[in-house]
C-alpha cells in the first residue's frame, strides 16, 4: 500500500520562501511551512548552504488534496518544482526528503 507525501528536493529550493507566503495567505494567516537554512558549510570540498522547508503539518484542506494527490500552495507556487507529491509505500521507512506523509 501506497501513500502520498509532500516531498523536497533540497538541491533545488533556493530558500525563496513562497511556500512560506502561499501557506500563510491560504491557511488565513496560519502557517504550517517554515524555511530553514543550513549552513554556510563545507560539505565534500564544497562550500554549500541548503534550505530547507520545514512542515509542521498542512490544514485540513491540504490533508485533502495531498491524499487526492493534487498539489498544494506551496508547491504550486515553488518556481523550482522542489516541492512535490511523491507515493511511497507506506512500509517504507525512509525519510529522506519527506516534509508530510498523508498517514501521519
Known amino acids: ?7 523536497v528536493d533540497l538541491d533545488r529550493c533556493t530558500g525563496c520562501h513562497a511556500c512560506e507566503i502561499a501557506c500563510k495567505a491560504e491557511n488565513e494567516g496560519k502557517q504550517y511551512v517554515d524555511v530553514a537554512q ?3 558549510d563545507t560539505l565534500g570540498g564544497e562550500m554549500r548552504t541548503f ?5 509542521s503539518g498542512p490544514s485540513d484542506d491540504c490533508r485533502e488534496r ?10 504550486t507556487v515553488c ?26
Request: charged share 20%; proline share 8%; net charge negative.
Open 1 to 7: 500500500m501506497s501513500e502520498n507525501v509532500i516531498f
Open 38 to 40: 543550513w549552513g554556510p
Open 51 to 55: 534550505h530547507v522547508p520545514l512542515m
Open 66 to 75: 495531498l491524499a487526492s494527490g493534487i498539489d498544494t500552495p506551496c508547491m
Open 79 to 104: 518556481p523550482t518544482r522542489a516541492l512535490r507529491v511523491t507515493a511511497i509505500d507506506a512500509d517504507d521507512d525512509s525519510e529522506q526528503g519527506v516534509l508530510y506523509k498523508s498517514g501521519g
